[in-house]
């Protein structure tokens, strides 16, 4: 087993020690964007929730800030949300601009709870979450006796002028609204019958709206976490797309209709960045890099669990309709180093196309066009491979990924071989982004990402191949990049 520190990824978010898993209160606010993350900072595996702290202005570098908020006498901090209150329409900063905090209360566990009981609480913060104070009156909204209530999403909304909350509720949604940010009314829930389910309630929602690209019109995303049966596996992020009028939510696709955010195993708990100024516009999501059967278990022992790469996400027309599409945040073209052109070339079995070392991070960028019946083999380090394949004029995606020797649960749980359908055989984009620990594949403008955890038995360097395995492949546009942080 390698070294924990071979492991610690250089571009993507880890805490100093300690366990982290989902993003919360992602927000944005004078120019700093704040992460806010479930933190048990004295084991590295799940404890006690706090709410863990970081500020970045280029969303690659991160400050660690001190705990943001710590288990009381009501109970944990479990995750949720952070906005701006613009005007202190709550009441509580003093007549000017200020942070919220909504964060789901889990209580001590009685003796015939099956799950800690859980209701929402309120925070608020003059000094861009330096500091916070909890407000008084907490819970703002008390358990309405449901087993799974908990990961509160809160936002302004304008056209209704009211503050809205989506809460998972079981394996639904509620959505709330209050105009003072204390008191709260039950608007409605949705997710019944509608998309994937196990036998888990959903986590950790989200609710947003965006522009459809080229068009003037808009959509709602409601995004939802599915803890054991998402699509590889595991813990996974689902999303609707649909319509919201400040009370209900409304999926514009039949109930059947599943969207997966992310085709990999480690992409959970997604989140994206509230009050990004308009000037900006964009809608930037992050994702815990994990997965919950086995991320207590992960190979590293005084740190445990990494954020995904931010990522853009816009809203495009395909042909089964309107999709979400990732792009890597722009920023990481400030880590390049070294960008070396690959000539534009038709290669065929057995050729390797690339064989190249790379140490702490790298990225692939290329487009290629399989002949029928051929394959493409990335082996971007060891233990992972990525096969692209077309047969009968479709395009497929196999994910492997083998353990590193580990603990029994890390054994049997993180290896994997899965598909991925990419539908009609065409020529696509391929963005491979990889980090010491993570392989982060967007294919297709974007409209796939497959995000997945890697830990390599040998190191620090690694050893990325392409290899056509069948057939024939051409590429064309194809970079090698060397990462770095970037010097701020
Ligand atoms: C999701 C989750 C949330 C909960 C938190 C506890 O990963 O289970 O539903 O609030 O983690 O740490």
């Not at 000017?96 to 015939?112: M, N, V």
């Not at 994702?287 to 495009?316: F, G």
Request: charged share 20%.
């Amino acid at each position: 087993m390698l070294a924990e520190k071979h492991y610690r990824p250089l571009l993507h978010f880890t805490p100093a020690f300690g366990w982290l898993n989902d993003p919360n209160g992602l927000v944005y606010k004078d120019g700093e964007y704040h992460l806010f993350y479930q933190y048990y900072p004295c084991d590295s595996v799940w404890g006690p929730m706090h709410w863990g702290h970081a500020v970045s202005t280029d969303l690659l570098s991160w400050t660690h800030l001190p705990i943001a908020l710590a288990p009381d006498t009501l109970g944990m901090c479990f995750s949720g949300t952070a906005t701006v209150d613009v005007g202190d329409k709550s009441g509580l900063l003093n007549g000017k601009d200020g942070l919220l905090a909504y964060y789901t209360i889990a209580a001590e566990k009685r003796p015939d709870d099956v799950d800690f009981p859980q209701s929402q609480g309120l925070a608020y913060s003059h000094d861009n979450g330096r500091h916070w104070s909890k407000f008084s009156g907490n819970p703002v909204i008390a358990n309405p006796g449901l087993q799974d209530f908990r990961d509160p999403k809160v936002f302004w909304h304008s056209p209704s002028q009211h503050w809205i909350m989506v809460v998972t509720t079981g394996q639904q949604v509620s959505i709330y609204r209050s105009t003072d940010a204390k008191n709260w009314l039950f608007s409605s829930s949705f997710g019944d019958g509608h998309g994937a389910h196990d036998e888990r309630a959903w986590e950790c929602p989200d609710l947003f709206e965006i522009k459809i690209e080229g068009s003037t019109e808009s959509r709602w995303i409601l995004i939802v976490g599915v803890q054991r049966e998402a699509y590889a596996g595991g813990s996974g992020t689902q999303y609707f797309v649909g319509q919201f009028d400040g009370e209900r939510f409304i999926d514009d696709h039949t109930p059947e209709t599943v969207l997966w955010l992310d085709h990999g195993r480690d992409f959970y708990a997604t989140q994206t960045w509230a009050d990004i100024p308009h000037s900006d516009g964009r809608r930037l999501a992050l994702a815990w890099m994990s997965c919950w059967p086995y991320a207590n278990h992960t190979p590293t022992q005084s740190w445990r669990s990494a954020m995904s790469m931010p990522q853009e996400l816009t809203l495009k027309p395909t042909n089964e309709g309107l999709r979400l599409h990732h792009a890597f945040i722009r920023e990481l073209e400030a880590t390049q180093v070294t960008s070396q052109p690959l000539a534009d070339n038709t290669y065929t079995a057995s050729t390797t196309l690339l064989e190249t070392e790379w140490e702490a991070a790298a990225r692939l960028t290329l487009h290629v066009t399989l002949d029928d019946n051929s394959s493409l083999s990335l082996t971007p380090l060891q233990g992972t491979q990525l096969i692209l394949s077309t047969q009968n004029g479709f395009l497929t995606l196999r994910c492997l990924r083998f353990a590193a020797r580990g603990d029994e649960t890390y054994e049997q749980q993180f290896p994997h071989d899965y598909m991925l359908a990419l539908g009609a055989n065409r020529k696509i984009s391929l963005d491979l982004l990889l980090d010491r620990s993570s392989v982060e594949f967007l294919l297709d403008d974007g409209r796939y990402a497959v995000t997945n955890l890697a830990f390599p038995e040998q190191g620090p360097k690694h050893l990325l191949s392409v290899e056509v395995t069948t057939g024939a492949v051409s590429i064309n546009n194809a970079h090698w990049h060397t990462l770095a942080l970037p010097q701020t």
